[in-house]
């Protein structure tokens, strides 16, 4: 069975995962029904489509997973940014998300260049 747990990119979308709730945690209440639950299932759908992308035999199917959780780390990413333009958000955990953003993006695809999982 091919796991996801050993990669590198699906380690960094699970830390995103975790600095996404902690910063939305810090927005108002009322964002609490629009903006928390969509920037968080943005976060989660980058570390499942890498997970699931990676179980796929076919490069074919990788690719449309891997194209999606890019995808989705580019939502999660401009919704970030916007917040910060709308309300004081700690600057530590966005830089966090800056980081993990520049470092999951793209390396699904080079994955699939390099012919690894």
Known sequence: MNTHHHLEVWQDARRLVRIIYRLTDGLPS???FVVVP???R???SVHNNIAEGNAKLGRR????????????LTEGDAMVATLG?????DAQ??????????SINGRP??????GRR
């Open 61 to 72: 199917e990788m690719r449309r997973f891997f194209d999606i959780a890019i995808g989705s």
């Open 38 to 40: 969509q920037v968080r």
């Open 109 to 114: 695809f080079a994955m699939l260049r390099a």
């Open 30 to 32: 009322a964002e609490r």
């Open 42 to 44: 943005a976060a989660w």
């Open 93 to 102: 955990l966005v830089a966090a998300v800056a980081n993990l953003r520049g």
């Open 85 to 89: 333009d709308l309300y004081s958000l």
